[in-house]
């Protein structure tokens, strides 16, 4: 659905969208116009729109982060984390001659470290550029998907064929 609004920018009649007017930003291309959208079951996502050509320039929404990773002081940090993951770091864990009540108050504030983290939610946005004219259509030629600060997708269209004659033959059931 998301890439659908910004390649198309409508709403559907089987999924209705409300749209309002947000504020006006400063995108890398020029002005953009910032709309709300929502639909139902909360749905929700920023949409802008480059001010000038009034192509699209970016969907952005949030959600809950893929995973939590937990760095403890002291020990090795992650080598790799997924897009979407975030890292919070925890204390050194106390010794192990430590009381039962202590690591268990160590338990408690890691994981209250781990709620707080998955409460907060990361950006997902996907960038429209290269627009270019199909049978006096703009359509944008790369699409790159972002979540948080990583870019995790990057797509480059060759061409785009409008209404292209499909033979009937395609469609038969071979027996």
């Known amino acids: 659905m998301r890439f659908a609004l910004g390649m198309f920018a409508q709403s559907f009649d089987t999924y209705p969208l409300t749209f309002g007017y947000a504020a006006q930003a400063q995108a890398p291309q020029g002005t953009a116009d910032v709309l709300d959208v929502r639909g139902a079951d909360g749905f929700a996502l920023r949409f802008l729109i480059q001010s000038d050509t009034h192509m699209p320039v970016m969907v952005s929404w949030t959600l809950?982060?893929?995973?939590?990773?937990v760095a403890v002081t002291g020990q090795p940090a992650p080598t790799t984390?997924?897009?979407?993951?975030?890292?919070v770091t925890a204390p050194a864990a106390?010794?192990?001659?430590?009381?039962?009540?202590?690591k268990d108050q160590y338990a408690k504030d890691v994981l209250a470290l781990r709620q707080k983290a998955q409460a907060t939610p990361v950006e997902h946005r996907i960038?429209?550029?290269?627009y270019r004219d199909v049978d006096g259509?703009?359509?944008p030629f790369r699409l790159r998907r972002a979540i948080g600060a990583d870019t995790t997708e990057e797509t480059t269209?060759?061409?785009f064929q409008i209404n292209p004659r499909?033979?009937?033959?395609?469609f038969a059931v071979t027996r």
């Open 64 to 69: 809950p982060p893929t995973s939590v990773v």
């Open 81 to 87: 984390i997924a897009p979407g993951a975030v890292v």
């Open 94 to 102: 106390p010794p192990a001659s430590a009381s039962q009540e202590q």
């Open 127 to 130: 960038y429209f550029a290269d």
């Open 137 to 139: 259509v703009k359509l």
């Open 157 to 159: 269209f060759d061409r």
């Open 166 to 170: 499909i033979a009937a033959q395609k």
